[in-house]
C-alpha cells in the first residue's frame, strides 16, 4: 500500500513570495491534516479536511494561509505571502474514515523563508 | 497548563537499558493516546496506540495508560542506539473529530 505522497521535498522562497505544497493521502483515506512543524517543537494542525470539507481550521492563519481538497482526495496548502516565520516543515497526514484515528504522515515538505 | 506535556529531555540511557518515556494530559475526556517516533529530518511514524488501562506490549515496545492519574507511558525494552529519536505522545478526545492534541516531544539518547 503507497503512503501519503507530498511534494515539493523541500522550497526556498523570499519573504512576500508566495508557495504550494501538494499531498496525496493513503488511497481510502476520508480524513487529511496539515501540519506545521518548527524545530523542536511537536506538529501543528493547521487544517484538517474531512473528505472535501473543511473539519477544523482554526489555527491556519487565513490572512495568508489557504487550503482546498478538491473530490475529497488530493489536497494543496498555500502561502501567499510568506513571512520569515513561515519556516517550517509542513507535514501532510491522512486517517481511516470510520475506525481508529491512527494517521500516517508524508515525508513532508520543508520550507525556508529568506 | 499545556493539554499534553512531555518531558523535552533529552533523555540518555545506555544500550540494552530500558527507556521510560511519560506523558501527562488534561483532559479526563480523553480516549485514545498514541506514541510516535521521528528521526531528525524525518516525519513522524506511529508505533503504538492504545485506549484501555493497563499495558500493550508490541515486541521491545510497552505503552501503559492509567486513565485516573492521566499519564501515558512508553517503555522501551533492551534500548538500541537505532531507538535514538524524538518520541511525541499524541491524544484524542472524544467526541474531537479525529483531532489529536500533541506533545513536544522528548528526545531520547541510546548510547554504545
Known amino acids: 500500500e503507497a503512503g501519503v505522497a507530498q511534494s515539493p521535498r523541500y522550497k526556498i522562497i523570499e519573504k512576500r513570495q508566495s508557495v504550494a505544497f501538494w499531498c496525496n493521502p493513503i488511497?481510502?483515506?476520508?480524513?487529511l491534516y496539515w501540519y506545521q512543524q518548527i524545530l523542536g517543537q511537536g506538529p501543528k494542525l493547521l487544517i484538517q479536511f474531512q473528505n472535501n470539507g473543511v473539519v477544523d481550521d482554526s489555527q491556519l492563519p487565513k490572512d495568508r494561509f489557504s487550503a482546498e481538497r478538491l473530490k475529497g482526495v488530493d489536497s494543496t496548502l498555500k502561502i501567499q505571502p510568506a513571512k520569515l516565520e513561515d519556516s517550517a516543515v509542513y507535514l501532510c497526514?491522512?486517517?481511516?474514515?470510520?475506525?481508529?484515528?491512527?494517521?500516517?504522515f508524508g515525508p513532508g515538505t520543508r520550507l525556508t523563508v529568506l | 497548563q499545556k493539554e499534553v506535556e512531555q518531558n523535552s529531555g533529552p533523555l540518555s540511557v545506555p544500550e540494552g537499558a530500558i527507556a521510560s518515556l511519560n506523558c501527562t494530559y488534561s483532559d479526563r475526556g480523553s480516549q485514545s493516546f498514541f506514541w510516535y517516533r521521528q528521526y531528525s529530518g524525518k516525519s513522524p511514524e506511529l508505533i503504538m496506540f492504545i485506549y484501555s488501562n493497563g499495558d500493550k506490549e508490541d515486541g521491545r515496545f510497552t505503552a501503559q495508560l492509567n486513565k485516573a492519574s492521566q499519564y501515558v507511558s512508553l517503555l522501551i525494552r533492551d534500548s538500541q542506539p537505532s531507538d535514538s529519536a524524538t518520541y511525541l505522545c499524541?491524544?484524542?478526545?472524544?467526541?474531537?473529530?479525529?483531532?489529536?492534541?500533541w506533545g513536544l516531544g522528548t528526545s531520547l539518547a541510546v548510547n554504545p
Open positions: 497526514a491522512s486517517s481511516p474514515g470510520t475506525a481508529g484515528v491512527e494517521q500516517f
Open positions: 499524541a491524544v484524542n478526545k472524544a467526541g474531537n473529530n479525529r483531532k489529536l492534541i
Open positions: 488511497s481510502g483515506h476520508a480524513t
